[in-house]
């Protein structure tokens, strides 16, 4: 492919078979003695059986596993819903939720590029040029112009022409899958500009308008959690029984009775978790659970349908889904009475129930909702439980989820906290607001589809891997245990993930797991040995 | 030269307009749901790490700390220093300073003059300088220095840098194009026949007054008319960043304002839940007469 090197937007319509497929010799490359991997060992690529079933002419990856249209008809039925879609993202009937922000990013990018060494996905990527953070929003701008509301020849003379067809089609829908939505390139941004917005605006328009989403996010996602209760596919019934299982295992381990509360009306706190940690990561959970009681805490959970999980996919790409599931969640806190809803270690419910559904719920629905975070450094520095920092005494680095951070400023708590606990704590670099995402951001964690888990492994995820062995660097030795604290499920899953194909565990004796977990790890009344250092 | 005179004024006109137009047009979009980025300029005490009042416990039970000069300093060290590209992107920091500073002092000379052609400003005391002297003359010569300097050095950039001349639009270069062609005008016409400005000084006052200046020197000609093109244009480009930051940043980047009693969310809210949907994926079957709040309390089985 050595005629795209360096592809122009304008050329995301040209029929090649990958438009600027995955470099191997330029990626980031990471300290020792990881810096001997070979970068093509985490790396798959597409058999010629699957190229063929699959779109993933971008860059020889497929997310959404798109299928060329059968006939010219459906073809024509798919680029005049791209064109539908266009005019509905600049309607203030059909997008009032985020028209304010798109039409100012749409309307004022410089193209100075001065968020492009932000992107850590377009750096680690060696600067393919089509993860540059304004490559895809130019392509929405030259759609827009040519073909949105109010298009015009003079719009499109001055903002460039791209031609619509399939390929603009299918490359632009697999593109927007190519962001982690993680927003540094906005904060770099001297206008204010949000390429990160246009990759959220983009799934949308793909998702509201034709039916176009990732299978983990939406058939297996949201539309499951509405149907059944959670994305997991738990009933209340099961999510009772797996609770159960939790506090008999959390008491065995404690040393004490644990016992989760469910349903009680007029509770203090109704604690929402991921159920994916129920299922994955069980001892989050119930380290929850042995805080809270131990704490004195008058607290609850609730089997209601998707109160059970605190997870809102739509905020990655669809604002019906998140609206369904916002209100739900709201309704459910009402209807118990509680005082407040503490969100559980979930980045993405943090900030889709505290920040973006914030005013969309009216009256008394809008229950007072907190972070995990400040509520549980509030419990370790009042005393409340007992705490014997030297359980802790491995090497611990903090992974700043971005939806607590840079989405909604939770900095300082975790690491009051962590000062607390963990005497051997150090930063990443960059941290707190600056930091990297996971490289499992938006959805990326849950998806690995085709050839994607690969990807996120060695372009979205290895920026994280290097900054992790930087902050472990000469410890890095497997007789030394040391703890990435991660508090979101999605990270976790991202981390999960890079642990294993980078075998960290292995050969550093990585591991990762959440917050709560450390604090239970160290506190006195419990049994020492909580983190059980097995990777899983 | 009547003719150059109506341009202008139509120019300025269309400038003034078009961004009153856009400006109403961004300010008067629906309330949008939250999307702030941190760090957010007015949390007192917590900006220096990015922090916000979601760190506090009971957050919505504690006063909310808003320093309103937090986000002036923030706008003020980002207008004066170019902090965020000298800090992400150090190679274009120096030619758009550059570039910047002279835009800084030659809107603010337009700004001197049309005031300075205010019948009866000129005759108080110490204003008649703004009818044209040496001050005006260095003004206008140091802006019109900076201007080309800075344009040449982000054309030069942009021409030579094979990524970013890539990722440039047809409009990124014209607008540079456009204002050089400007500057190097207006310098030839300061340099030739208008040192102290008197003439340009004139022109304004005859655009104010509606009497246009007769006497035109030729070279004095060029440059009105490009920057006349130069001023009807901006509104329809993305330099209307120099206003729409404010929307950027207060109304986005820093709306973190939560929904708590007393405020008027919930009533906007309300309004815009009630407008019709026609997002026509099967998950919500918009027809244009569903609202917002109907698709949103239904489940949706696709």
């Known amino acids: 492919m050595a005629e795209n090197l360096i592809p122009n937007v304008k050329d995301i319509a040209k029929a090649a078979d990958t438009l600027s497929p995955i470099d191997l010799k330029k990626i980031l490359p990471l300290p020792p003695p990881y810096d001997k991997d070979d970068p093509a060992a985490l790396w798959k690529e597409l058999t010629e059986q699957r190229r063929s079933e699959v779109d993933a002419s971008l860059d020889g990856v497929s997310a959404l596993s798109l299928r060329r249209p059968a006939d010219p008809a459906e073809e024509r039925r798919l680029l005049e819903g791209l064109k539908q879609g266009l ?117 949308k328009l793909f998702s509201q308008e034709l039916g176009i989403a990732a299978r983990e996010a939406h058939a297996d996602g949201s539309v499951l959690q509405l149907k059944a209760g959670s994305s997991t596919g738990m009933s209340p019934e099961v999510v009772k029984d797996n609770i159960d299982f939790i506090d008999e295992e959390m008491s065995e381990k404690a040393g004490f009775e644990v016992k989760t509360p469910w349903d009680v009306e007029g509770a203090d706190v109704l604690l929402m978790h991921n159920a994916g940690e129920i299922l994955a990561w069980p001892e989050n959970p119930g380290a929850f659970a042995i805080i809270m009681q131990k704490a004195g805490i008058k607290w609850t959970l609730s089997s209601e349908l998707v109160a059970y999980d605190a997870i809102n996919y739509g905020l990655w790409y669809d604002d019906v889904q998140f609206s369904r599931v916002a209100l739900k969640h709201a309704e459910i806190a009402k209807k118990l009475k509680v005082k407040k809803i503490i969100i559980g270690e979930c980045g993405h419910a943090h900030k889709a129930l505290s920040v973006v559904a914030d005013r969309i719920l009216l009256g008394d629905s809008n229950v007072p909702r907190e972070s995990f975070a400040p509520f549980m450094a509030d419990i370790v520095e009042s005393g409340a439980i007992r705490l014997d920092p030297s359980r802790n005494d491995f090497p611990v680095t903090l992974h700043d989820p971005c939806n607590l951070s840079r989405a909604m400023g939770i900095v300082e708590p975790p690491r009051r906290i962590l000062r607390k606990i963990a005497p051997r704590f150090r930063e990443m670099t960059p941290h707190g607001v600056d930091n990297y995402c996971c490289g499992g951001g938006s959805g990326f964690a849950i998806m690995s589809g085709n050839n994607f888990a690969n990807w996120r492994m060695l372009v979205s995820g290895r920026i994280k891997v290097k900054q992790i062995l930087d902050a472990f660097a000469g410890e890095l030795d497997a007789s030394i245990p040391k703890y990435i604290c991660t508090p979101c499920s999605n990270c976790k899953g991202q981390f999960r993930d890079l642990i294993r194909g980078y075998d960290m565990f292995e050969r550093s004796r990585i591991m990762y797991g959440g917050l709560v977990e450390l604090i239970v790890n160290a506190m006195a009344d419990v049994r020492p040995g909580f983190l059980e250092w097995e990777f899983h | 030269m009547t003719l150059v005179s109506v341009w202008v004024a139509v120019a300025l006109a269309g400038f003034f307009l078009g961004c009153l137009y856009k400006a109403v047009r961004y300010a008067t979009m629906p309330m949008h749901v939250r999307w702030e980025l941190y760090p957010v300029a007015h949390e007192k005490g917590k900006v220096a790490y990015g922090g916000s009042y979601f760190e506090d416990l009971d957050w919505w039970t504690k006063p909310r700390h808003v320093s309103k000069f937090g986000e002036f300093k923030t706008i003020a060290e ?225």
């Open chain 1, 87 to 203: 005019k509905k993202l600049l309607s203030r009937d059909d997008n009032w939720t985020f028209l304010q922000q798109l039409e100012l990013t749409l309307d004022h990018c410089t193209h100075c590029q001065t968020c492009a060494d932000a992107c850590p996905i377009f750096v680690t990527s060696g600067r393919n040029e089509v993860y540059r953070p304004s490559f895809r929003a130019d392509v929405l701008r030259r759609l827009v112009a040519g073909h949105g509301s109010g298009a015009n020849f003079i719009k499109a003379a001055l903002v460039g022409r791209i031609e619509l067809n399939w390929e603009t089609f299918a490359r632009l829908a697999e593109l927007s899958y190519r962001c982690t939505l993680c927003r540094r390139c906005c904060q770099a941004c001297p206008i204010g500009v949000d390429n990160g917005l246009v990759t959220h605006e983009l799934r």
């Open chain 2, 78 to 302: 980002e207008v004066l220093t170019l902090k965020q590209v000298h800090e992400n992107n150090p190679p274009l920091w120096l030619p758009s300073l550059l570039f910047h500073y002279g835009l800084y002092l030659l809107f603010a000379l337009g700004g001197v003059l049309l005031v300075g052609a205010v019948p009866g400003v000129r005759e108080l005391p110490g204003m008649w300088r703004l009818g044209g002297g040496t001050l005006l003359g260095v003004w206008a010569g140091a802006g019109l220095v900076l201007g080309t300097l800075g344009c040449l050095g982000l054309l030069v950039r942009r021409l030579s840098n094979p990524a970013l001349k890539n990722a440039s639009t047809p409009a990124d270069f014209l607008h540079l194009w456009l204002l050089l062609a400007v500057f190097v005008t207006s310098l030839a016409s300061l340099a030739i026949a208008d040192r102290q400005l008197a003439v340009a000084a004139a022109f304004v006052h005859g655009l104010v007054t509606f009497k246009p200046h007769a006497a035109l020197p030729l070279v004095f000609v060029p440059q009105v008319v490009l920057l006349g093109v130069f001023l009807a244009y901006l509104p329809w480009s993305h330099m209307t960043h120099f206003f729409a930051k404010y929307f950027t940043w207060h109304s986005v980047r820093w709306d973190d304002a939560p929904n708590v009693g007393g405020t008027t969310y919930a009533a906007k809210a309300q309004k815009q839940l009630m407008r019709p949907v026609s997002w026509s994926a099967p998950h919500i079957k918009g027809d244009g007469k569903k609202t917002w709040a109907d698709v949103a309390t239904k489940r949706g089985d696709s």
